[in-house]
């Protein structure tokens, strides 16, 4: 069976302890391969190396960084295939969307940070003729970067490539339940040359390995995705050692369709929206709102639509529905459903779990893609995030009560909204408290532009020049230049 290892100081090695966890493959329940159950002292042993590394690091040339990075990037384009069947095998996704999305964001993501701190400027403030007023921005030192399981490699490397491009060392916990491709990218970054010690990777749990991340005193700054009960214990840890913590959180996105929006365009989208990787996405559209004379035929529309989508073994081309993560992610998402008919729900389709689309799966965790209706807007499957293959319609009168129903849960992380009416979208964008809202479109991201969510959602914002700020200290140098 195989066996994942550590990363630590350029090396792949056991953890201390020697104890493993099983790696199960979710379409088929089986465990496939073993991973480290590192403890306290693998990031004891992952924070040494990168502290070390730090100062060579942390003055090696923007320009020399840069190339080991997109160097990285190009590895990854190489074993594209090879990259993209482990994250299916590892994860239940399609392996069609683990090779169109996943692995090619996360060579980007590679990219676009290792180019992006070659164009970086630093702020000069003059004070008359008395003084200039420059500010340096300086790697912070070890970064911790701890990343969930549902777009594995491309949310670890949305991370690590900024916090290392920035002139940082890393030590980074993928999740143990997807722990595959950050294994497979220790060795591309050997294959780089990445300096040992630069970036370490330490596999294990949460409560263990992560926590030891989050209190280690070494490590200053915290970048963590994943749930929002998480977030607030790793930010209850981290606060009064003062480091510095960007969290990327839940959400349970509104997707609000006016009645003028084109609506095989909106049928289209909001199905790829609610389902698009099992529904495990952050971002995924798990609340619609449509407007009420176009609320039967959607709804009708909707669920044949959703009818179609198939089910199947995540290594065939034509499956757009894979298996869930994992047998107790699975059983969250099926107690949800036994909750939505507790609170009057009418189930439109599916409503639970799907039968193995052949043999090999027979032990796979599937669960039918499903359509609720008739659920009162504040209950509780309506505010909590399922992060499965569940969506809920509800039909709105006006502007404002789509508003209300919007804004209605703890998170805010994002929403689309669908409509011709030009002004009425600003409008409406303008009063949605999420950190994105996508007009006529969904998920269509631009590294570029700020991202993070409001409320339970996160804090913070990341991508672009707000992760390079996030990844480095502004230092000020005033220099008196009159006599
Ligand atoms: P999770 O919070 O259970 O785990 C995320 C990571 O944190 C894993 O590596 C886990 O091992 C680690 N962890 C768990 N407990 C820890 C602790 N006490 N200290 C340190 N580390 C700990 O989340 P998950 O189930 O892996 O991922 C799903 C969640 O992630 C969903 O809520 C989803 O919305 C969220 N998510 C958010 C974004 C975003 O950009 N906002 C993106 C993807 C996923």
Redesign the pocket.
């Known amino acids: 069976m195989q066996r994942i290892l550590n990363y630590i100081n350029g090396q792949l090695v056991e953890s201390a302890s020697g104890a493993c966890l099983d790696n199960f493959e979710p379409a088929t329940g089986k465990v496939y391969s073993l991973v480290p159950d590192s403890n306290e002292t693998d990031v004891d042993r992952a924070v040494a190396a990168a502290q070390c590394a730090f100062p060579e690091w942390s003055r090696t040339p923007a320009a020399k960084r840069s190339q080991i990075l997109c160097r990285v990037a190009e590895l990854i384009e190489r074993d594209l295939e090879r990259l993209a069947l482990a994250e299916c095998v590892d994860n239940g996704k399609p392996l069609t969307l683990a090779r169109s999305l996943d692995i090619p964001r996360a060579a980007t993501n590679l990219r676009f940070f290792g180019t992006a701190v070659l164009h970086t400027a630093s702020e000069c403030h003059p004070m008359d003729e008395t003084a200039l007023n420059y500010t340096l921005r300086k790697p912070r030192g070890i970064a911790g970067v ?6 594995p490699l491309y ?1 670890f490397t949305w991370k690590v490539a900024p916090a290392l491009a920035c002139g940082n060392t890393v030590v980074a ?5 997807t722990p595959m491709t950050a294994f497979l990218l220790s060795e591309l970054c050997r294959q780089a040359g990445l300096p040992p010690g630069v970036l370490n990777i330490v596999h ?4 263990t ?3 030891a ?2 209190r280690h005193p070494r490590i200053n700054t915290i970048a ?8 607030r ?2 930010a209850r ?1 981290a606060a009064p050692m003062f480091k510095k913590v960007g969290l ?4 349970k996105n509104p997707n609000i369709i006016f009645a003028d929006a084109d609506s095989e365009v909106t049928v289209r989208e909001s199905l790829r929206a609610a389902f698009a990787n099992q529904g ?4 995924c559209g798990s609340r619609v709102f449509v407007e009420r004379p176009a609320y039967e035929s959607f709804v009708e529309r909707f669920v044949s639509a959703a009818r179609t989508l198939r089910v199947g073994d995540p290594l065939e081309p034509d499956t757009d529905q894979g298996a869930l993560v994992s047998a107790a ?1 699975r059983d969250k998402v099926l107690s949800y459903l036994q909750l939505a008919r507790d609170e009057g729900g009418t189930i439109r389709c599916g409503g639970g779990p799907a039968a193995p689309p052949n043999d090999r799966c027979r032990g796979g965790y599937f669960v039918e893609p499903t359509v609720i209706t008739d659920l009162p807007v504040d209950c509780r499957v309506n505010r909590e ?1 399922i ?1 499965g293959p569940v969506v809920t319609i509800t039909p709105f009168t006006s502007e404002d009560e789509v508003v209300e129903y919007a804004n209605g849960t703890d998170y805010g ?1 994002s929403a689309s909204l669908w409509t011709r009416d030009v002004a009425r979208a600003h409008r409406v964008a303008d009063r949605i408290n999420s950190g994105t809202v996508w007009v006529n479109c969904w998920l269509l991201r631009d590294l570029r532009v700020p ?3 409001m409320k339970s ?2 804090v913070g914002r990341e991508g672009g020049q707000e992760a390079i700020r996030f990844f480095t200290e502004p230092k000020n140098v005033c220099v008196r230049v009159a006599e």
């Open positions: 701890i990343s969930p399981w549902n777009l949310l916990k993928p999740s143990e339940i294990g749990r949460g409560q390995a992560g926590a991340i989050v963590f995705t994943g749930g929002t009960v998480t977030g214990e790793i840890t990327e959180l839940g959400g495990q996405i952050c971002l992610h995030e992060f992380l991202f993070g969510g959602s996160g």
